[in-house]
């Protein structure tokens, strides 16, 4: 497998916008109600003053109390950000320039700068059927580059991918309330993936990123017939794309629609992109949901 070519600076700088944004949408301020309103834990109402942010009034209590109350939390003083990256066979496929697991690991060192930049830890998890690669969460100064060195190491990638085994392993490994970000493109989901999801989704703060390139979910058409690779098996398969196009792209939207309907579900905030989409764009959209729903 070639090195994989990860151009963090063009990401950083556009994460770095993104900072400036929420900053100046007061988004930061409330950082923790954000990105992990289940890590905190409620203490008390406290009656609202001129100097509180009136987005943390609770309507309905102020309404049973007859006066503007706002709720306070205990907050922890760091959180953990754990990031699940799929770094299976089925990422290491691109009909671009990049394959799907260079532009996983772009988003993952961009998330990783954003963490440490708001002085909590990240933490990464490099999965396929095995656990590949594990660090735990730090807010050091070497902790990026770490992250970095390990998405930049060809020996973690290949195998096909296990959400299930992954999810339960974090499961083990930490009792503390947290962040979890998985970033994968769902596919070749094994059995029985939901239930442990769910258990996951009880315990920590998610969001799920699915990345695809469009060759996932469309075939290319006119252009004669074509060898497919099973990334798992090495068999190669010759195929005439306009025969199977529709059908293919119809199993794929249902597959997809399955899949997203499981997100919601559930709860968890999804980012639903492909390798040819913005993906700070998107992020700043989910960012701006969040806090419309804590407003």
Known sequence: MKEIGI??????????????SLAEARIMSRYRRVFLGKGLEFMD?????????????????????????????????????????DVG???????????KNEHAAEITAAISHLVI?????????????????????????DQFFIVLRALADPKYYGGKSNLRNVLEHLMRLTKRKSLLIIISDFLNLEKNWEGPLKIANEKFDMMMIVLRDIRD?????????????????????????????????EYNKLKKAQLIHT??????????????????????KILKRREMKLA
């Open 117 to 141: 930049k708001s002085e909590d830890k990240i933490g990464l998890i490099m999965y396929s059927d095995k656990i590949k690669k594990e660090i735990l969460p730090a807010n050091t100064k």
């Open 45 to 85: 109402y406290r009656v609202y003053s001129e100097q509180d942010d009136s987005s943390r009034i609770d309507w309905k209590a102020s309404m049973r109390g007859n006066k503007l109350l706002i709720r306070e939390y205990k907050e922890e003083r760091e959180l953990d950000v754990y990031i699940l990256l």
């Open 217 to 249: 979910e469309v075939l290319p058409r006119n252009i004669g017939k074509i060898v497919i690779s099973n990334p798992y098996t090495n068999k190669d398969l010759i195929v005439d794309p306009d025969l199977i196009s529709r059908e293919y792209a």
């Open 89 to 99: 066979s089925s990422m290491i496929f691109g009909s671009t320039d990049k394959l």
């Open 7 to 20: 151009d963090t600076s063009r990401l950083v700088r556009r994460i770095e916008g993104i900072l400036k």
């Open 263 to 284: 997100f919601k579900k559930y709860g968890l905030d999804y980012i639903d992109m492909r390798t040819d989409e913005d993906f700070t764009l998107l992020f700043l």
